[in-house]
């Protein structure tokens, strides 16, 4: 009989976390019966799941077209019912849980159970959230607690692990393993033809993300116009959808971009858009993964990525140009990408997909 095995998540919409988790469990279902329980209701990877995969959602809701007094409500209740709702989703269902993402989902899953082994899965530097002064005690004390009941845990990189344990502590065993990526599906996926062809009078840069906050895309419009004003010519695509939407559809308007600054909404499939771009951006101010930044590696294209640690293990890629997490270091990076006419380095990106299924499998069967 299959180990039963839960992976706990916000959500499924499309990104370099949530993807990730969608080609690890496609290729752990041959092992084991597996299920993924999400906080939000919905997303577009549920159809790229293999149809062994079980999905359980907790709330009715859609992530990326909830208010935010909805998310509020919904974290508050999460909170407040946290072990009500865990013996409902989890208890005694599963014979491993999980947490495939920092945040919600690692909280529900570390309700005491002796009969299950709980693993964290730590992606994202942490050090980016950190308090100050007393909430910073307090808050470090819980998520140490939070942490200490896992049986193990789980870093996508030496960076996350080092960041991690600055401000925290818990004693249980850590492994680091980077995410598994499936390369064939980015390649094939490449080769489509492209619903909207992206211009080429002009070089053209191309962004694919959730549309938050955290995403730097409010940024990137004002120092594209600053761009645009010093005589530095360039469109800049988006895929992606969110939250953010109206807000940055206005942005570009005030700032009479509309036919530079492209927001080209969701593409199920953005590889070939990838594939088409000139050069690829990444002006996150936190990433968990930067999946964006290893498939457009892997489709040899050159990046402008802010210097995020997580990030830092792509920084040998000679197609690479990290900045500073600020506005001045960001134009500075696309105004040299803007006038660079080096050919671009041909690199084949190694990829060891048995290495890491071996590793999480040990760690699962042990």
Known sequence: MK????????????GGIEMSL??????????????????????DLISKLKKQVKIVSIYKHKY?????????????KLMIACRTIYLKYLKNKYD??????????????????????????????????NEKGIKKHLKNGKT??????????????????????????????????????????????????????????LKNFLIVTKLEKTKGIERLIIIHKRLLVDGYKHRIYVIGE??????????????????????LGKKDNPYPYIKCAN????????????????????LKKPILSTSLSVVEKYK???????VKDDEQNIYTGLKYMINNKKRVQKVNIKVDNKKVIDEIREIINN
Request: aromatic share 12%.
């Open 64 to 76: 990326l077209t909830s208010t935010n007094d909805q998310r509020r409500k919904i974290s508050l």
């Open 96 to 129: 491993i849980e999980i947490a495939f993402m920092e945040g919600p989902m690692t909280m529900l899953m570390s309700s005491e159970n002796n009969n299950v082994k709980k693993i964290a899965w730590v992606h994202t530097n942490i050090s980016k959230y």
């Open 3 to 14: 180990k039963r095995i839960v992976f706990g998540i916000t959500s499924l919409d499309y």
């Open 242 to 263: 969110g939250p953010q939407y109206n807000i940055l559809s206005k942005n570009i308007k005030k700032l009479g971009v509309e036919e530079t600054f492209i927001l």
């Open 22 to 43: 969608v080609d690890l469990v496609n290729k752990l279902v041959n092992y084991y019966d597996i299920t993924i329980l999400t906080l939000y209701n919905g997303g």
């Open 144 to 201: 140490n607690k939070i942490y200490s009941s896992y049986d193990k845990i789980i870093f996508s990189g030496e960076l996350v692990k080092e960041k991690f344990n600055k401000y925290y502590y818990p004693n249980i065993p850590q492994y680091v393993i980077p995410n598994y990526i499936d390369v064939s599906r980015i390649i094939m996926g490449s080769k489509v033809k492209l619903e909207v062809e992206l211009k080429k009078d």
């Open 279 to 298: 050069n690829i951006i990444l002006a996150s101010n936190n990433e968990g993964y930067g999946l964006s930044v290893l498939e457009s590696m892997i």
């Open 316 to 322: 040998d890629y000679p197609n690479i140009i990290l």
